[in-house]
């Protein structure tokens, strides 16, 4: 049914019916009348639902097609479970490691201190800046979409 996939996709998306009236040009009310099964969106405006949830029209609007999404977000359990570990990351691209701060002195290897639904909250020791024998250990928060691979390394101590 249309209304029940409107609401598990705006849910989805995060944003509340005013933010998605916003986007789309129409009233909060709209949005909730199509979501309680008081009307549907024009043509017009099932395409740019469509496009802001990453759906085609007919996935959208099709009876014969569901919409499965989780309830409640959880990370990746297999990034969750290199918590505490540590590992060898390798980013999408050379920018990115720079920013995340592989730079001259560091190893190569991170401890994941925490997995979130977006970030990888990382620990890593490199040399400090304007020496070249002091040590100094840095806490970033890397992305998940720029994760391109891991490789564990050992077992938390």
Excluded at 44 to 67: C, F, M, P, R, T
Excluded at 77 to 99: F, H, N, P, Q, Y
Excluded at 121 to 135: A, D, H, M, P, Q
Excluded at 136 to 148: A, C, H, Q, R, Y
């Amino acid at each position: 049914m249309l209304s029940e996939k409107l609401i598990s996709l705006r849910r989805k998306s995060g944003l509340s019916q005013q933010e998605l009236a916003d986007r789309i040009s129409v009233t909060r009310q709209t949005i909730s009348n199509w979501e309680c099964g008081q009307g549907a969106p024009a043509l017009d405006k099932a395409a740019e639902l469509a496009s802001i949830y990453h759906v085609s029209l007919d996935d959208l609007v099709g009876d014969n097609v569901g919409i499965i999404v989780r309830s409640k977000k959880n990370p990746n359990r297999l990034l969750k479970s290199l918590e505490g570990r540590r590992v060898k990351i390798s980013c999408k691209d050379k920018e990115i490691a720079m920013e995340v701060g592989f730079d001259w002195g560091y190893s190569g290897i991170v401890k994941v201190l925490e997995v979130t639904d977006d970030w990888l909250r990382i620990e890593y020791t490199r040399t400090k800046e304007n020496s070249l024998t002091k040590k100094e250990t840095v806490v970033k928060l890397m992305e998940i979409g720029t994760l391109n691979g891991f490789e564990l390394v050992e077992d938390a101590e």
